[in-house]
């Protein structure tokens, strides 16, 4: 029999966990990559699937997370031995817990090394770098960035040592906290930013590039960064929603809370969206600007409009406060494991997972210099360590979930754990599990490689 209260804690209530999910969710996936992979992808259409991605599968698959990570309790290793154990499954089932603690570790390194971007920013934007910036003088400000090892090992560094530090000090005292106050003004300052576009930019065309599809402009592989990218920002397919899953309450009601976590993390990168378009077009830059996107054109936003330097700084603050409590999942499964198998810690096993992460981002940002002509697949060790999660390891992990749930779990233990009355949200969410998401997942990944 599981315990009912995991050992590292437990949520204080069911509104610290939508927020601690929310803080997970929310993060550079919405802000920085959200925008820069529509814009690489010509779209509307790409959003269009990227939102069916989200409702199709996404959602029900956070359900099948909390659901698994409330029943075992554990990290998610130990919590899906648990769980196939009770319900007489193969341990082999352990590997769905392993292809996230890994997928997770790989995760943290690039996103330590993008959030150390937005780091440098609030420093750029404070000691008024933006002033008079033009879309040229924008784009060679964060070239230089990029070209120097120094300050991107720097900035690296110093988020690294920001996240293991809240990790460190557990759930409760250090998870909860970061979140409660700094997402609805990160929605706030959002919200200003699309004010500013609107008055000042090329709005309706911005409108018209996110929400006009084109599906003439939609290429096979671009579906799979659509379903990718819709798994990343929901922090789906790696137990990091499981794990915050096993620190819920028995009562709180999954459906519910996921809603809520989904339809947050939408609206924060439909937002980033509506900014940084209408921007970008009155600055006569490309949408596919690649992955400096927001650094290229939200500066030219706070040079402009009145308070910009205040504005511009508070923004790129708030940015890295979501990518803490974003990066702060990411090692929350591994150092969970860690201290329950190998009973370390929960310092040292932070540090431990913080400093292999550190080293492999260290790979990483070299790519963007040093090592940039070095590429397997065209693409750099940061651009392969993102392809290789994001569009592989998650949706493998949200794949095996659905089928652990979906097929392998009796319906009586699914339905117990769920709590959801028997009716027509609960037979959608059935349905959705078992038969759309693997399946479309299946397709997607078929169609990637050219097989159908
Ligand atoms: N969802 C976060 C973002 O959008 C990133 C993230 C945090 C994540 N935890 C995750 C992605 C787990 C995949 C899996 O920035």
Same mark, same amino acid.
């Given at each position: ?39 690489? #992808? ?17 959602? =029900? ?16 290793? #130990? ?53 008079? *910036? ?97 798994? $990343? ?33 939408? *609206? ?12 970008? $077009? ?8 690649? =992955? ?9 936003? $706070? ?61 990483? *940002? ?15 060790? /940061?651009? /392969? ?9 998650? =949706? ?21 754990? *769920? ?8 037979? /959608?969410?059935? $349905? ?5 998401? =693997? ?14």
């Amino acid at each position: 029999m599981p315990a009912t209260v995991s050992i590292h804690g437990q949520w204080s209530t069911r509104l610290a966990f939508i927020l601690a999910a929310t803080g997970s969710a929310v993060g550079l996936g919405n802000i920085w990559r959200f925008p820069y992979i529509v814009g690489d #992808n010509g779209g509307g259409a790409f959003v269009l699937v990227y939102l069916a991605c989200i409702l199709l599968i996404g959602l =029900p698959i956070m359900m099948a997370e909390i659901l698994l990570g409330r029943r075992g309790r554990q990290s998610p290793i #130990n919590t899906m031995l648990t769980v196939a154990r009770e319900e007489g499954l193969s341990r082999g089932w352990g590997l769905m817990g392993w292809i996230g603690v890994l997928a997770g570790f790989l995760i943290l390194s690039f996103y330590s090394v993008i959030a150390g971007w937005a780091l440098a920013y609030v420093f750029k934007s404070g000691s008024g770098g933006f002033i008079g *910036l033009d879309a040229e003088g924008s784009s060679e400000m964060f070239g230089a960035m990029l070209a120097s090892p120094e300050a991107l090992l720097a900035w690296h560094t110093i988020f690294m040592v920001m996240t293991a530090m809240v990790v460190a000090r557990g759930v409760r005292s250090g998870l909860e906290r970061a979140v409660t106050i700094l997402m609805p003004l990160l929605v706030l300052l959002l919200v200003v930013l699309v004010g500013y576009s609107m008055a000042q930019g090329e709005f309706i065309a911005g409108v018209q590039f996110l929400f006009q599809p084109d599906f003439s402009a939609l290429s096979a592989n671009a579906v799979l960064l659509a379903m990718g990218q819709a798994f $990343f920002t929901l922090s789906l397919g790696m137990g990091a929603i499981m794990v915050y899953g096993s620190y819920l309450s028995s009562e709180a009601s999954v459906a519910k809370t996921s809603g809520a976590v989904v339809a947050a993390d939408t *609206l924060v990168a439909l937002l980033a969206g509506l900014a940084i378009f209408p921007i970008l $077009f009155a600055a006569g830059l490309s949408p596919g600007q690649g =992955p400096g996107l927001i650094f290229v054109t939200l500066p030219l936003a $706070f040079a402009e409009m009145p308070m910009g330097l205040y504005f511009g700084t508070v923004f790129f603050v708030l940015l890295v406060f979501a990518a803490w409590t974003s990066a702060i999942s990411l090692i929350e499964p591994a150092v969970a494991f860690l201290v329950e198998n190998l009973s370390l810690t929960r310092v040292f096993a932070t540090t431990l997972v913080a400093m292999f992460a550190w080293l492999l981002g260290i790979g990483a *940002l070299l790519s963007l210099n040093v090592w940039s002509g070095y590429t397997l697949f065209d693409m750099g060790i /940061l651009d /392969l360590l993102d392809y290789l999660t994001a569009n592989i390891l998650l =949706p493998l992990g949200g794949f095996l979930i659905a089928l652990f749930v979906g097929w392998r779990m009796t319906e009586r233990s699914v339905q117990s754990e *769920l709590r959801l009355k028997l009716g027509f949200v609960y037979s /959608l969410w059935y $349905f959705l599990v078992r038969y759309v998401a =693997p399946i479309a997942i299946l397709v997607v990944f078929l169609r990637a490689i050219g097989l159908v």
